[in-house]
């Protein structure tokens, strides 16, 4: 399957060819994973529980571990990720700046993945 290539926040992409850009395989599974973590719940009206809402944490005290787990619980939701070897997300603070990584197995074809996200709070 495949989909629109969008960098959350940007804008869609062109191909060489003039045609709008598709993803898919691994790069498709590492853009759904990065939308839903940084899309906040309710923004999508036909979707309402949809997304973890990091954007939201911005202005807040930083904890690590509430963060790392509701990385975890959102990211098993998308199907691109692999249920076994379960995924690690490590959460570095350093005053203001939260830098997430999430490295987790291709459900598809096991591949190596992994997600950064860098958050100023």
Do not use: C
């Amino acid at each position: 399957m495949s989909d629109l290539s969008l960098v959350f926040g940007g804008d869609l992409a062109v191909a060489a060819h003039g045609d709008l850009a598709a993803l898919s395989g691994s790069a498709l599974g590492q853009q759904r994973v990065l939308r839903r973590l940084l899309t906040n719940a309710g923004d999508y009206i036909w979707q309402l529980n949809y997304g973890a809402g990091l954007p939201t944490m911005i202005g807040t005290p930083a904890q690590a571990a509430s963060i790392a787990g509701l990385v975890k619980s959102q990211i098993f939701l998308e199907g691109a990720v692999a249920r076994s070897p379960a995924p690690a997300v490590t959460v570095e603070t350093s005053g203001s700046i939260v830098s997430l990584t999430i490295s987790y197995s291709d459900a598809a074809d096991a591949s190596a993945q992994a997600v950064g996200i860098t958050l100023s709070t």
